[in-house]
């Protein structure tokens, strides 16, 4: 008898552990995927919910709005259906951090650009962060300032780390508002979106460095960068394919254009250095700073222009600039201009192919040529003063 309870204890001890397994990793839960939809108004973990890594967890039917703190787990894969849109507002925020092996998926029912409309951020947050993340198939609304899988608008911050962004119908990301903030912004990949994969304000510059890529299957393979006044400090670092700026930027701080760095003018655009700012391009002998038309035609872009500036800060240093001088302004009718009592130095650097001349001074303007400058194929002469 004491044998047999033995044996029957054994026996029990394996299936109990043949069960923990089957807990452990046994199938998918007999469940349906959980809807999400309408305000959320206080605090959710969206968990896991099956080990398949194909099977949706979540769907997003029409807009789902976040007014409280949402996080999404590693591994969760949601769904999105025609025209859906997930909007964070002011009172709350999205954490979606995935892991490497472990990501987190927002996809469209289908796989077809625009078959959503957007992820829109109206949330200062500093939890809203977006990290090993999979994005797809977004961009669907033609609304203004939401033309993007991915917009900021108010004040809102985003932290987007080891993320992919691809086959938006739109942009993969507008940052919209000159108040917007980037704290982290780095290895990420926008690709295959029918127009720009980044869009934002010169004030967000300085979060973009050569760690994200950019450069494949775009509509534009370039950073648009949409003009306005700039009162903060900007450093402007060297991207993985160019910067286009549109409109005039006006910097009425501190400015920095690092080596290497590639910004394509586009029609009529304009650099102005007000009497509060100071414009330092500082390329090397090994890496060149390049400013010059999006398209290689005379006076496609209008200037640099340093308004009154007469601070020390003010050089050019291993810079090629062409293809400017689109503007018949009086005193702006080189491609690097000044007026009232700005200041400039320049060295090792070339000012080529102006619609009119390579530098046009005011009256009380002064620039001190360091030597090895170059000048060639502007047409109404090198220096106008």
């Given at each position: 008898?004491?044998?047999?309870?033995?044996?029957?204890?054994?026996?029990?001890?394996?299936?109990?552990?043949?069960?923990?397994?089957?807990?452990?990793?046994?199938?998918?839960?007999?469940v349906?995927?959980?809807?999400?939809?309408?305000?959320?108004?206080?605090?959710?973990?969206?968990?896991?919910?099956?080990?398949n890594?194909?099977?949706?967890?979540?769907?997003?039917?029409?807009?789902?709005?976040?007014?409280?703190?949402?996080?999404?787990?590693?591994?969760?894969r949601?769904?999105?259906?025609?025209?859906?849109?997930?909007?964070?507002?002011?009172?709350?925020?999205?954490?979606?951090?995935?892991?490497e092996?472990?990501?987190?998926?927002?996809?469209g029912?289908?796989?077809?650009?625009?078959?959503?409309?957007?992820?829109?951020f109206?949330?200062?947050?500093?939890?809203?962060?977006?990290?090993?993340?999979?994005?797809?198939?977004?961009?669907?609304?033609?609304?203004?300032?939401?033309?993007?899988?991915?917009?900021?608008?108010?004040?809102?911050?985003?932290?987007?780390?080891?993320t992919?962004?691809r086959?938006?119908?739109?942009?993969?990301?507008?940052?919209?508002?000159?108040?917007?903030?980037?704290?982290?912004?780095?290895?990420?990949?926008?690709?295959?979106?029918?127009?720009?994969?980044?869009?934002?304000?010169?004030?967000?510059?300085?979060s973009?460095d050569?760690?994200?890529?950019?450069?494949?299957?775009?509509?534009?393979?370039?950073?648009?960068?949409?003009?306005?006044?700039?009162?903060?400090?900007?450093?402007?670092?060297?991207?993985?394919?160019?910067?286009?700026?549109?409109?005039?930027?006006?910097?009425?701080?501190?400015?920095?254009?690092?080596?290497?760095?590639?910004?394509?003018?586009?029609?009529?655009?304009?650099?102005?250095?007000?009497?509060?700012?100071?414009?330092?391009?500082?390329?090397?002998?090994t890496?060149?700073?390049?400013?010059?038309?999006?398209?290689?035609?005379?006076?496609?872009?209008?200037?640099?222009?340093?308004?009154?500036?007469?601070?020390?800060?003010?050089?050019i240093?291993?810079?090629?600039?062409?293809?400017g001088?689109?503007?018949?302004?009086?005193?702006?009718?080189?491609?690097?201009?000044?007026?009232?009592?700005?200041?400039?130095?320049?060295?090792?650097?070339?000012?080529?192919?102006?619609?009119?001349?390579?530098?046009?001074?005011?009256?009380?303007?002064?620039?001190?040529?360091?030597?090895?400058?170059?000048?060639?194929?502007?047409?109404?002469?090198?220096?106008?003063?």
């Open positions: 008898m004491k044998l047999h309870n033995l044996l029957l204890l054994g026996l029990l001890a394996v299936l109990f552990a043949a069960c923990d397994s089957d807990d452990d990793n046994g199938p998918d839960p007999d349906d995927p959980i809807i999400l939809s309408g305000t959320q108004s206080t605090p959710l973990t969206l968990d896991n919910i099956f080990t890594p194909a099977a949706s967890d979540y769907i997003v039917q029409g807009t789902f709005t976040i007014a409280a703190g949402v996080t999404v787990e590693p591994g969760v949601i769904t999105m259906t025609p025209g859906a849109r997930i909007d964070i507002n002011s009172s709350g925020s999205l954490s979606a951090v995935g892991t092996d472990n990501p987190i998926f927002i996809e029912e289908q796989d077809a650009r625009g078959y959503w409309d957007f992820i829109r109206q949330s200062n947050n500093p939890n809203n962060r977006l990290e090993h993340c999979v994005i797809s198939h977004g961009g669907g609304s033609s609304l203004s300032n939401r033309q993007a899988a991915i917009t900021l608008v108010s004040n809102a911050q985003l932290s987007m780390v080891n992919v962004i086959e938006s119908a739109r942009n993969g990301i507008i940052v919209t508002d000159t108040d917007n903030r980037l704290p982290e912004f780095e290895n990420n990949i926008v690709t295959n979106c029918e127009q720009y994969p980044i869009s934002i304000r010169p004030q967000q510059l300085s973009i050569e760690s994200t890529e950019f450069t494949t299957g775009n509509g534009f393979n370039q950073i648009f960068v949409r003009g306005t006044s700039v009162s903060p400090a900007v450093t402007i670092n060297r991207a993985a394919g160019p910067y286009f700026f549109e409109g005039t930027t006006s910097f009425e701080n501190s400015a920095e254009i690092g080596p290497g760095t590639l910004i394509e003018m586009g029609p009529g655009a304009r650099i102005e250095v007000r009497s509060t700012g100071s414009l330092a391009i500082n390329g090397t002998e890496e060149r700073v390049t400013i010059t038309g999006a398209e290689a035609a005379k006076g496609y872009w209008d200037f640099i222009y340093f308004n009154d500036s007469n601070s020390l800060n003010n050089e240093l291993y810079a090629d600039i062409s293809y001088g689109g503007s018949s302004l009086s005193n702006r009718t080189g491609i690097i201009s000044s007026r009232g009592n700005s200041f400039f130095a320049m060295g090792n650097s070339s000012i080529t192919n102006s619609m009119r001349y390579g530098i046009t001074l005011g009256n009380s303007s002064t620039w001190e040529d360091l030597d090895g400058n170059e000048f060639s194929g502007n047409e109404l002469g090198d220096i106008n003063d």
